[in-house]
């Protein structure tokens, strides 16, 4: 058990002072109240003294006491108790078995001779019940059997209001309001006297041990156990506390928050009621009397009066820490919490958990220095200021003082233990990161993100770039030095980005990727740079570079034009200035053409022909001599042959000038489709390539959007082409060559039935082909007629009852009569007619013809139909 | 100190293992203990409440107190040795009165520590490395068969519920009270004490609702019903 010193025993009273030589005067009791000390002895005397204190600097005291007066009260009985009531200036002596009233300082009896009589002991009621501030409760146990009396006691006269029996013999009595805690014979009880109710506490016994009964507080009692034990009880009969551990033959016990203190033959014992651990030892013998006058703790022996002063709490706090117990100095701070004001303790708590804090973090316990830290509102400063030159030269902070532990440095504290610092290290960056978005650092986050830039940048730790690339306060100038002593390039490239320096960013970038400069930290470094020029506002900073990464790649480098934000290529990046810079890269030049054309749909003729030759010189790279006749097609062909179709912007006659002897058959047959030049292109596509499908897909392809009849042309133009002799067929080989031309004329009529003119085509057939071969054409071209002949006979049939119905109407209107006579009114001006010329109106009404006239034109006449 | 919302109190005879059980919940370690003094007691904060627990002495010497740590609590957990038989008697006749103090409603649990030091003991996370077992927990010399089968704590509880003169239906189910733990290592030792704190909480909440011990309120309160066939079982 380690001790703590949370007391000083002091002497008050010397020997000398009280009986002088006196051999057989003892001391019988004593109190305290204020500066007034008395003292009772055996020889029935009543000493009083006054207490003076002075403060040593160690937080202890010294005492002198001076007498002021000594009677005798005249019987040969010792002083059994004395009792202060201050707010009655009266001294309760209990002396052969009676209290008398005596005046604290004349130490006279009143004149009333008022007293209590037939008392063996006696408690007063810390507690009172009654609101009558000029009197005490006393409670007696008496010297009738079993039986405990209550009294009222007032300045000069005492009035009994209680007597209460108890089970068995009281021997000893605290009271607390209503509750009486007794110890009985056998056992301890609490009984309530003003209702008699009885709660056993718990079984002792009398004959081996002296018993203790003391209140501690509100509505509690501290009781000497079995075995040793200090209980604590409430008056509820519980225990709230868990029991402190005495030695068997404890005579006395007093309390002075947060501990216990009792008295053996030997030793005073101090115990913490927070904690229950036995805290201080302090040997003395022969001491008879422990007990508390309003927290003031006093021992005495037979012969003389000593003092427990207790050290301040924050001295004892202090002292705990120091010996690196932090538990029990956390425990004893938060049970001063009461005893101490609250602004006071708040700060003084704060620092005793930080404190707490670094001697855990010392220890290398992190995680509950963590939470010391947290719960102290640490100010990280003070850890940060543990490694030399983590703090920026900027920085304000200093130390606080007194200062929280006793480390200079990282250093001294791990006593160079490499490994134990890094372990400081990784705590401090882990607390760091938790701590650098609380509201608590806002005050000084540069101070802590350039500490932890420092720390992740010495560690070659990877979040040291998500830091940079996120929102943060990391110093230039200091976070620059250190990071290129450390050789992070890489990130330092990002703090000036960070700091709107993108222009010595990127040259740092490029010295890497150079090769000029050592960072390993991205593989990808000139990708890296590359997309960060694209999506860098600085134009200027872009036009730099680009050479740099043209050279570096053409592909990759041409993407700070091509993949740069669209809103961001119309000002600043001119496509004209572009493809001027970019005349030396043709590589480049192509795909950013290729961007111009495909992805921003530019419809300048000058980008489609360009795009297109150059395609075309490429593809004539690659093919030296005419034999293009489509092996395999290469990626660039394809591309052309794309781009010729699809678009209508290049200068069609420009290109087949180039394209027409370049052994370049199927771009020659675009182009002529291109120019509307469909036999030509057919031609070739069919008789020269002898590509049946491409021609047929020519034919799509050119006819799309047009009418029926010129797509029906097109077929046409290349049925003729398979059925009739060509002006110039390949003179070799060609009956063969006819053979095949007459399977794809086939095949072309049996595939797009639809598209021909079946009476047409028959006329073309040569007679020697069988029907069977042009099966699927004729079935589809005879379905087809028969479907056109059968649709127009429902058309005939449908208009011809049209017509009869039309027919039976006018028949109808026809057979009936009606007359006309000048009696009859026009529907519309209610007129007569005068005239044989008269309009009928389906529903049988009869008007002017002129009326009818104007009813067409004028809506607002009346409608005749209305009325009927 | 916080006043604690309710109590739990540990019973059963020394060397049961009550401290080395409290130990391992609450500290999550098993170490040597010392005999405990007179008692002890932890706070546990569980969901808003907060619940002491008290770990009792089992010598004999410090047999009184026992009727004062168990005044109001909630729960008592009796706790015998399952290689031990006479601790489980000494649960009947010697810890059972002193619960006489405890709420009216106070739930029972029957914990039969140290399973790890027999056969059949728990399986999950026991070291089986022979050491010898520690000065005072050696009640089996070498891994025999348990010597008290759970049936019995089983039968203990259904005759507390008759002495208590409580209706089976109105309380727990014996399975669900009686418990098999080793403090060593930590066989269901948090199975017991959280089964134990979600029941305790309504409890508490009654009690509150009760107000102080003594006044009952009839109107609102009904008292736990007596089975009449209760004191001649
Ligand atoms: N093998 C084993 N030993 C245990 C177990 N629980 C406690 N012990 C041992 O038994 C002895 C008594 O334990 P303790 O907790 O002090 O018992 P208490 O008197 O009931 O508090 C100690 O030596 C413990 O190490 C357990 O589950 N398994
Ligand atoms: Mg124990």
Redesign the pocket.
Known sequence: MMSTKAFTLVSAVERELLMGDKERVNIECVECCGKNLYVGTNDCSIYHFLLEEQSLPAGTATFTATKQLHRHLGLRKPVCELRAASALHRLLVLCDYSITLVHMLSLEPVPSGARIKGAVALALNENPVSGDPFCVEVCIISVKRRTIQVFMVYEDRVQIVREVSTPEQPLAVAVDGHFLCLALTTQYIILNYSTGAAQDLFPYCSEEKRPIVKRIGRQEFLLAGPGGLGMFATVAGISQRAPVHWSENVIGAAVCFPYVLALDDAFITVHSMLDQQQKQTLPFKEGHILQDFEGRVIVATSKGVYILVPLPLEKQIQDLLASHRVEEALVLAKGARRNIPKEKFQGMYRRILQQAGFIHFAQLQFLEAKELFRSGQLDVRELISLCPFLLPTSSSFTRSHPPLHEYADLNQLTQGDQEKAAKCKRFLMTYLEEVRSSEVVHSYKEDVDTALLKLYAEAGHASLLDLLVTENACLLADSAAWLEKHKRYFALGLLYHHNDQDAAAVQLWVNIVNGEIDDPTRADLYDYVVDFLTHSPDHALVWKHADWALQKSEEVGVQVFTRRPLEEQQDGFNPDDVLTRLKKYPNALVRYLEHLVMDRNLQREEYHTRLALLYLDAVLQRTPGASGSGAEVTETQAKLRRLLQKSDLYRVHFLMERVRDAGLPMERAILHGKLEEHEQALRTLALELGDFPAAEDYCAWRSVGREPAYRRRLFHTLLALYLGPGPSPPASASASASAELAVAAVDLLNRHAAEFDAAQVLQLLPGTWSVQLLCPFLTGAVRDSTHTRRTAQVALGLATSENLIYKHDQMKLKRSSFRLSDKQLCQVCHSPFCEPVFVRYPTGDLVHTHCAASRHTNPSAPRPGART | MRKPDGKIVLL??????????L?RYMERR?A?????VGGAFYLKQWRSYHISIW?T??REQFHGLGSMYCRGAAAVIL?YDVNHPQSLVELEERFLGLTETASTDCLFAIVG?????SEEGASEGCETEGDS?????GSAPSKGPKQVRLEEAVALYKKILKYKMLDEKDMPAAEQMCFE?????GHNVDLLFETLFDMVVPVILRQRAQGPPQTVDISRYKPPERTKSGCCA
């Open positions: 059963g005879d020394m060397n049961v293992g009550k401290t080395s059980l130990q098993f040597d203990t010392v005999s405990t770990d002495a089992g706790t520590n140290k399973v790890d030091l077992p520690g000065p005072a927990g733990t080793s403090a060593k290592t």
